[in-house]
């Protein structure tokens, strides 16, 4: 295994630099490599679960200053592996039939491909790295791969300026975990991990906490929760389908890795304070991602705030585990380490197929605006029913796969009231008003995407392709992607106590001796009451099948406990029921179809429907003090109080945009202009400059006694 890990590490690295070499020479074979590359991983990362054990893959000789520089494939490793693999694989296999032409637009070409390939060569690197100076070098490496996803198209100015944040967004993540780094490593020269949480624990509380802070934002940044959330809607809006599925579904959840690794292996324990904080902010993030997300008219724009929700809620996971650590509680704080891991794999697989199908919109329609689409179900029920997955699963729509996550995390909240002070618990509650607040309008949020996208007729008019052309024929390679993540995304929900088990060694490996999973799967059936028939069927199929049962419940006798199968299998029974009904049974009246009332007007057209922006126009007025709504009406025609024409424009300012941090910015540069005067270029001035510094060093050296 050591062997076929550095193998594929090269792999990659080697495919990367031949077409990077070798422009325009069979991007199709370059994309098979690099999915057969992606596969070795998956087996890699599958075989270090199965096994239970970590993998030793060497140490490079002592690289001085540094210590060894060793590697090491561990369970958490693993499971990144295995999850960026299957990503990758799929994405790979989607870009092999994706579109050609303009190879820029749809992040088919060669800058495209070398760019992917040199972000899982890093990928690998980073995930087994034991020493510092790897693992930084492996996330420059990341932050470049982003800056190249996000400058494919480059021509266009937004284009740039989006390349630009992300790339600046990322030093900054660079700079702040360098520091970090030489915070605790400034007493020793060996930057190996066990020695780095060695110098951590010999730290005063100050030190501990600045370099908690700022790991937490060195790695923040890359997954974009507040607030270093500021490049990460903008890169959404450029990125093409495919190269947006990694970076939504694959770098994001690396900032996540690396806030886990240094917990874990660095600290071992964060004080009370940043972990409440952690709370705060996830909480916070993911009320205001979702708010965005509903009130927002741009696809693009509306995946990128999803990700800001779901990132804010895994930061909120982190939170629970610190606090839950803290006070004793390990089985809840393996509780809330089992949620983020269900909610990192959903959100990766449901965000990479969110951006597959929105890039096959985006080519078919010209547009990702809601208020310009509608009726693409007839034309393209491919994406239709794949893209109906995704959203289910991002909206946390039981029986799938978000539901589980989120649930579980809010089972792990509901406990933070034991040993917490009153203002802890305070924070608390506060994060279980912003998480309930927040799933309602991520609820909201997809159902208008995809009732604007797929419903209704379509605001393109004669550019509508499905009236001109019919249906649009997708390459197998592009449906067998589609299909694998949605088909991947719906089992995951579908099934969770599988999944539960196969996160088992991970769990056992750092809350060790809880079995965290044998107290959620399925505790329940521990007991017997007349009203568990079906539970306690379902665990009695233990006998054949390979988990126990299919019900999740995480403590004691009298806690909660859900059931996503038994959900999947009431859906099929009364959706039966209801076919039934409608078939079998007549009418008793016959049913007719009528125009609907449109204030007196006699044309039924494309925009005689409601828009997207009118259907969240509710929420913008309602939630106006966090998103700035604003609206200007001005009078085109008619006269007195009655305006046979009106224009309408709205706005909002986003509160998780660029703008708070440009104000910053023209504040330093307004007052910085002070000091620019200085430098006139003149040289007598400079000359004087020296001579009232010498004579002041003189003044000072005079006046100190001997």
């Known amino acids: 295994m050591n062997g076929l890990f550095w193998f594929t590490t090269a792999g990659f690295f080697t495919i990367g630099l031949v077409w990077a070499i070798v422009r325009k020479n069979n991007l199709v074979m370059g994309w098979s490599f690099l999915a057969v590359f992606c596969l070795l991983d998956v087996f890699l990362g599958i075989n270090r679960l199965v096994a239970g054990n970590g993998l030793a893959l060497g140490a490079w000789g002592q690289i001085w200053p540094t210590g060894l520089w060793l590697w090491k494939l561990d369970q958490l490793s693993a499971f990144f592996l295995t999850l960026l693999g299957t990503i990758g694989f799929l994405t790979a296999l989607y870009s092999v ?62 284009v740039r300026m989006a390349a630009y944040l992300t790339i600046v967004a990322g030093e900054i993540g660079f700079l702040a975990l360098v520091i970090a780094i030489l915070l605790l490593g400034r007493t020793g020269l060996s930057l190996e991990f066990t020695s780095i949480a060695r110098a951590f624990q010999l730290s005063g509380p100050a030190m501990q906490m600045t370099v908690v802070i ?72 993911f009320f205001l991602g979702a708010l965005y997300a509903a009130t927002l008219r741009n696809l693009r724009r509306v995946l990128g705030y999803s990700s800001i929700e779901n990132i804010s809620f895994m930061l909120l996971d982190i939170g629970l585990i610190s606090i839950f650590t803290n006070h004793g509680q390990n089985s809840f704080a393996g509780l809330a380490f089992l949620a983020l891991l269900v909610l990192i794999v959903s959100h990766g697989l449901a965000k990479a197929l969110a951006f597959l199908a929105m890039g096959e919109i985006e080519k078919a329609m010209g547009t990702t605006n809601l208020n310009s689409l509608g009726g693409l179900y007839r034309q393209m029920p491919v994406i239709a029913v794949t893209f109906l997955v995704a959203c289910l699963s991002l909206a946390a729509v039981a029986p799938f796969s978000g539901f589980t996550a989120e649930w579980l995390g809010l089972q792990s909240l509901f406990q933070t009231y034991h040993g917490l002070t009153v203002g802890g618990k305070m924070v608390s509650v506060f994060a279980i008003i912003m998480v309930a607040m927040g799933s309602a309008l991520a609820f909201t949020a997809f159902l208008r995407v995809y009732l604007y996208i797929f419903t209704g007729r379509s605001r393109l008019g004669a550019r509508n392709k499905a009236e001109n052309d019919g249906k649009i024929k997708f390459p197998l390679t592009v449906k067998l992607s589609l299909f694998g993540l949605a088909g991947f995304c719906a089992l995951v929900g579908f099934f969770p106590t599988f999944l539960v088990a196969c996160l088992a060694p991970i769990t056992d490996s750092y809350f060790p001796k809880l079995h965290v999973v044998g107290q959620i799967v399925p505790a329940v059936f521990h007991t017997g009451s007349p009203g568990d028939l079906l539970p306690k069927l379902g665990g009695r199929l233990f006998n054949w099948l390979p988990v126990p049962g299919v019900v999740l419940q995480p403590a004691a006798d009298g806690a909660a406990s859900i059931a996503p199968t038994y959900i999947l299998l009431w859906f099929i029974v009364f959706a039966v029921l209801a076919r039934l009904v409608a078939t079998g049974t007549r009418r008793p009246y016959a049913m007719r179809s009528v125009k609907p009332w449109l204030g007196g007007n006699t044309y039924y057209g494309p925009y005689s429907q409601y828009s997207a922006t009118a259907y969240s126009n509710t929420y913008r007025m309602l939630f106006s003090g966090f998103t700035n709504f604003q609206v200007r009406r001005r009078l085109q025609k008619g006269e007195g109080k009655i305006p046979v024409t009106l224009e309408v424009k709205t706005n909002i300012t986003q509160i998780l945009s660029m703008r708070p941090y440009e104000n910053i910015l023209r504040f330093i540069r307004r007052k910085s202009g002070v000091i620019a005067g200085i430098q006139h270029g003149r040289l007598y001035g400079y000359l004087a400059y020296i001579l009232v510094f010498l004579l002041v060093l003189l003044l000072a050296a005079v006046a100190t006694p001997v």
């Open 214 to 285: 700022l790991t937490l934002i060195g790695f923040g940044v890359k997954s974009g929760f507040l607030p270093v959330q500021f490049w990460l809607p903008r890169a959404y809006s450029v990125v093409p389908g495919n190269l947006g599925a990694l970076l939504a579904g694959s770098l994001v959840n690396l900032g996540i890795y690396g806030i886990l690794r240094a917990y874990f292996d660095w600290f071992r324990t964060i004080p009370d304070g940043i972990a409440l904080a952690l709370l705060l902010i996830g909480s916070t993030g």
């Open 97 to 158: 039939g994706a579109k050609r032409g303009n190879e820029a637009l749809y992040g088919t070409g060669t800058w495209a491909f070398v760019s992917v390939a040199a972000q899982y060569f890093f990928t690998n690197l980073l995930l087994t790295a034991q020493n510092a100076i790897p693992l930084l070098i492996a996330w420059e490496g990341m932050s470049i791969t982003a800056f190249c996803y996000v400058l494919t198209n480059n021509l266009k100015r937004h």
